[in-house]
C-alpha cells in the first residue's frame, strides 16, 4: 500500500496520476458537455457544472422531455450511473479504456435509456483540442488517485461551502467546472464588469465584478494541485498585496494568488489555512476594487 491511502488530504503528486488525471479530465468533458445540451441556461454556466456528491462528481437533474436524469462519477464502486426520474438506472465500468470508448458506450447507455443526446465532440479549455469521439491516447484509470482526488474534493467542498456564510451577496454554489477541471465559487459585487473578448462562456461568467476562489489539479505553468484565487476585473495594486498564509504567493503568468495544496496537507489545521487564504484575498481584492463591504458582508455580532 502506498502512503496516505487513510488521510483526509491525501498527497496528489501530479507526476503520479497525471495520465489518469488526462483521461479523468475527458471522461468528464463528455458528461459535461451532454448537461451543456440539455440543461437550461442558468446564469454563470452554473447549470452544466458538475457538483461534489458524497462518491464522487455528478450533474443536475438534466430534463429530457417529461423526463429527467442525472450522470454520477461513482469514484468509490467506479462506475458511472445513469439515474433516471422513471426509476431505471444503468451503469458503466470505469476503468482503463480510451476516451472514445467512454463515450461510445455513455451515447449507447443513453439511447438504450430513450435518452438520445448530440453534442459538440470537440474537448474545450485544452491547449490541444481533442476530438472526445475519437481518442484513443488518453486510457488510463487508476483507482487509487481517482479515490485520492475524490477524498480532496469532499474535503474542499465542505470548508468552501462554510466560507460563503461570512457573505450575503450574490454567490455561486461550489461548482466543479468540466472545462478546466476545478472546483470553485464565486462571490460578486453586484456591479457590471467591463465587457471582455473570448467564448460566450467566458463573457458570461465575467459579466460581472467577481472574486474567485478554487482548488485545481494542476496543469500549464503549474504542474502541482493547488487552491487558487482571483478578481476579475483585477483592481490595481491586487499583485503586490500581502495575503495569508505565508505559503501563498502570486502567480504572474496565471495572474491569481496561489496556495499549494502540498502545504495546506502537511498544515497542522488545513481548514483554517484555506480559509486564511480565502479570507485574506477576499479583503485585499474587494477593499482594492471598493466593493461596498457593509451591503456585502455579514456583520459580526457586537
Not at 483507482?143 to 480532496?152: A, C, K
Request: net charge negative; with cysteine.
Amino acid at each position: 500500500m502506498r502512503p496516505d491511502d487513510d488521510a483526509c488530504w491525501p498527497a496528489l503528486p501530479y507526476d503520479a496520476w497525471k495520465d489518469t488525471y488526462a483521461t479523468l479530465h475527458l471522461w468528464s468533458q463528455v458528461v459535461g458537455k451532454i448537461a451543456l445540451a440539455l440543461a437550461a441556461p442558468l446564469n454563470h454556466c452554473w447549470a452544466v457544472a458538475l457538483r461534489v456528491t458524497p462518491r464522487g462528481l455528478a450533474t443536475r437533474p438534466l430534463p429530457h422531455g417529461e423526463r429527467t436524469f442525472t450522470i454520477e462519477f461513482d469514484f468509490i464502486d467506479h462506475q458511472l450511473r445513469v439515474h433516471m426520474s422513471d426509476g431505471e438506472t444503468r451503469t458503466l465500468a470505469l476503468a482503463p479504456h480510451s476516451v472514445a470508448d467512454f463515450y461510445r458506450e455513455l451515447m449507447a447507455t443513453l439511447e438504450a435509456m430513450r435518452l438520445p443526446v448530440k453534442i459538440h465532440p470537440l474537448s474545450t479549455e485544452l491547449p490541444k483540442p481533442v476530438r472526445l469521439d475519437r481518442d484513443t491516447q488518453h486510457h488510463s484509470y487508476d483507482r487509487e488517485y481517482v479515490e485520492r482526488l475524490r477524498r480532496i474534493l469532499i474535503q474542499v467542498d465542505r470548508v468552501f461551502t462554510d466560507s460563503q456564510c461570512a457573505f450575503v451577496g450574490k454567490c455561486s454554489p461550489v461548482n466543479f467546472f468540466w472545462g478546466s477541471f476545478d472546483l470553485a465559487v464565486t462571490r460578486f459585487s453586484g456591479r457590471p464588469a467591463p465587457p471582455r473578448d473570448g467564448p460566450a462562456f467566458q463573457r458570461d461568467a465575467y459579466s460581472h465584478e467577481v472574486i474567485s476562489h478554487g482548488f485545481w489539479p494542476g496543469s500549464g505553468p503549474l504542474l502541482e494541485p493547488a487552491f487558487y484565487a482571483y478578481a476579475v476585473p483585477e483592481p490595481a495594486g491586487l499583485k503586490g498585496a500581502r495575503v495569508l498564509p505565508d505559503a501563498a504567493y502570486y502567480h504572474r503568468e496565471l495572474g491569481e494568488f496561489i496556495l499549494p495544496y502540498e502545504a495546506v496537507r502537511q498544515a497542522d489545521a488545513p481548514d483554517a489555512m484555506i480559509r486564511a487564504f480565502i479570507d485574506s484575498t477576499y479583503d485585499r481584492a474587494a477593499d482594492l476594487a471598493h466593493w461596498d463591504r457593509k451591503a456585502l458582508d455579514r456583520m459580526a455580532a457586537a
